[in-house]
């Protein structure tokens, strides 16, 4: 079993920053890929950007030159650089994980991000 936990969210203004935090804790013999989704109220949860083990990223066009992921291995931990947010940011987001040859699929609780005036 792999457990999530995840800090970092909040309130701030537009145009501001904030970092998320993930750190995998568990039975983990081989992390695959380490992510961040969001889902905002009433859309469907969407993924924001994703790193695998050899540190190749993936992010979603919207948040492409704002945000950014990064992972230590070593602590099974995962980072999610926000800045310059916008109010369409606002959101629940959530860590990921894949875990072992199946890719066995792990989610955090949820942290709430709001960017508002």
């Known amino acids: 079993q792999v457990r999530l936990l995840e800090s970092g969210g909040g309130l701030v203004q537009p145009g501001g920053s904030l970092r998320l935090s993930c750190a995998a804790s568990g039975t983990i013999f081989s992390l695959k890929t380490m992510g961040w989704f969001r889902q905002a109220p009433g859309k469907q949860r969407e993924l924001v950007a994703r790193?695998?083990?050899?540190?190749?990223?993936i992010y979603a066009d919207s948040v492409k030159g704002r945000f950014t992921i990064s992972r230590a291995n070593a602590k099974n931990t995962v980072d999610l650089q926000m800045n310059s947010l916008k109010p369409e940011d606002t959101a629940v987001y959530y860590c990921?994980?894949?875990?072992?040859?199946?890719?066995?699929?792990?989610w955090g609780q949820g942290t709430q991000v709001t960017v508002s005036s």
């Open positions: 790193i695998i083990h050899g540190g190749s990223t």
């Open positions: 990921n994980v894949e875990v072992g040859i199946n890719y066995s699929n792990y």
